[in-house]
Structures are given as C-alpha cells and as structure tokens.
C-alpha cells in the first residue's frame, strides 16, 4: 500500500468538512431588528490591530458575531484560546472543526499583553473544544487567568469553558484558579442536542455549572442558549429550572443566526416582544441577571453586566439580612 502526500495542491480545506454532505437549508429574510452595521470605526480598527500584532483569536471573528463592530470599538475583546480549530462539529457553529495543533506557550503571555495594552476592566476567555488534550485545556485555561492578573491585577475575568467532558480533574483546576465569572453555555434545550451539538451531554453542562458553586460559591455562574433553533417555550422555561436548580446567577438568550446553507437552519425569528417575556420570566425564577434580546449573545457588553450582576448579589443579600 502506498500513501500519497500531495504538497503541490493549493486547494484550501473545506472549513467545516463534516458538513460538506448535508444540503444546502434554506435561508430566512432577517427582520429589521436583527439587522447591524458593518463595523468601519476607528475603535473597531485599533482593537483589530492589538489582536493581530499578538497573534490572537478572537471568537468575534470565528463566530461571525453581530456585535463586533460594537463591541470592538469600545475596545471589548473575547479571546479564543487554544488554536482555531475545535475538535467538535456543533451543527450551529462557525468555528473551523478538524484537528487542532499542538497548545501555544506564548499565548497566555500574548493574552495578558493585549489586555493590558486595551486597559479592559473585565475580559472575557473562551476557547475551542479540545478533545484531543487530556485535560481539555483546564491548565491552559488557568495559565492564561495567572497571566491576565499578574500583568492586570485591575481586570476581572470571565471563562466561557467548554463541558471537559470525560477529563477527570479538570474542572478542579479551571476554578481554582479564581475567575470572576464561570460561564459555560447550555447552548439550546435537550431535545434539540442531538442535531444541534451532538457531541455534547445536556445533564453533564448543567451539573458541571452546578459543581462550580459547590466548589465556589462565591463564583458567579452564567450560561446561555440560542432560541430559534425549533425549540418549544416550555422547553425554554424547563431549561431556565434546570440552570436555577444548579444555583446559575446569569442567563443569557440570544437569536440563533446561521452561518451558512449547511448549517442548521434558523426555524423562527423570534420577536423582541417574546425576548421580553423570557426576560421577565427567567427574574421571576430567580437568576441574579438576565440578558434577553435579539442581539444576545454570550459576552456581549460582558464589562457593564458583571457590575450588574455584583450589585445586584449586594441587592439580594441586603435583603436577606434585613
């Protein structure tokens, strides 16, 4: 038997290949209150540049984030760790799926230079899934925290983890290396995982959040969903009891926009006015903080909601003692 190396082709590789089979869904007409501008700022430009001269990723570009011209021109980042490559096939997800690279041992210095260099108040952290790595990252994840405080002890930070599913131990070193916030996003409701992220275990990320208080309960604890996706309002609310039955302060609901024809495709627009009601719900259920809006996503305006969510823990305990 021979093998073949073609180093001639310059043919790019398919970024999602496992979709590459599916066919092409069909695309609804956004509504208005969906719809943003392109970013051209010079905000959005010089947050651009810091990213790049420290070789970073960012899941605002990954992800195809609405927000970014926003949220880069008031120089609010969300740091991808650990390569751009996952090694999940989540059928919502933009992120290029295949086999990752080894860790980089600069990037959590390059992290804690760029934060430093934005002067970010609060940061947020996420990464890929690594499968591949027999930990998932957990110790990269906590190099990166040490990093960030010790080159900005002023800036509070906020992980948005994968599920380290099956990796023994390393929830463990993720929370004892203190973030602010610990936010692992549910994504969509049980009945929809198996379409929608396969390759994950509904129960595990919720008793994953609820592991993090019983570790920390001084730890803020944040998930979020994508509505849109087929799912029933009962389920939503279901979802809201299982996150408050984990003790989780924040919750987030966002529209789920899809990235290309071989994607999942969008079921529903939802309204601004259901966004409202999930809101006024998801309180009454007793979540700390609560974003629900269209243009949700997981740390969108992540600086001015973790001062929020401080307050209002302040609120809720004032209360208790009087």
């Given at each position: ?36 501008k ?102 990269h ?12 002890p ?18 463990e ?23 929608v ?83 006024t ?25 973790f001062?929020?969510?401080?307050a209002?823990r ?9």
């Amino acid at each position: 038997m021979v093998t073949v190396l073609d180093t001639v082709s310059t043919k790019p590789r398919p970024r999602h290949p496992e979709k590459a089979h599916r066919p092409d869904q069909e695309v609804l007409r956004k509504p208005d209150w969906i719809r943003v501008k392109a970013p051209t700022s010079r905000g959005y430009l010089e947050t651009r540049e810091i990213v790049k001269s420290n070789k970073l990723v960012t899941v605002c570009e990954e992800a195809g984030c609405p927000n970014i011209g926003e949220c880069w021109d008031k120089k609010h980042a969300t740091f991808m760790i650990m390569g751009e490559i996952c090694t999940r096939a989540c059928a919502f997800c933009n992120v290029a799926t295949g086999i990752p690279g080894p860790l980089d041992p600069n990037e959590p210095e390059n992290v804690a230079k760029a934060v430093r260099e934005m002067g970010l108040n609060h940061v947020v952290i996420t990464s890929v899934d690594r499968d591949d790595l027999g930990d998932g990252g957990a110790r990269h994840f906590a190099d990166v925290i040490y990093a960030i405080r010790a080159a900005a002890p002023g800036t509070t930070i906020e992980i948005l983890t994968p599920d380290f599913l099956r990796k023994e131990g390393a929830l463990e070193i993720v929370v004892a290396a203190r973030p602010d916030v610990f936010n692992h996003n549910l994504e969509t409701v049980p009945s929809k995982y198996l379409t929608v992220r396969p390759g994950a275990r509904y129960f595990h990320s919720v008793r994953l959040l609820q592991r993090v208080k019983e570790m920390d309960p001084s730890m803020f604890t944040k998930s979020g969903i994508m509505v849109g996706l087929g799912e029933e309002r009962n389920e939503v609310l279901q979802l809201m009891d299982d996150l408050r039955s984990a003790d989780v302060d924040f919750i987030t609901i966002g529209q789920y926009l899809q990235p290309t024809r071989k994607h999942h495709p969008v079921k529903k627009f939802v309204t601004p006015e259901e966004f409202k009601s999930y809101e006024t719900v998801a309180y009454a259920k007793g979540f700390l903080m609560v974003s629900s809006s269209p243009l949700t996503r997981s740390s969108h305006h992540a600086g001015e909601d973790f001062a929020r969510l401080r307050a209002a823990r302040e609120a809720r305990l004032l209360a208790k003692s009087a």
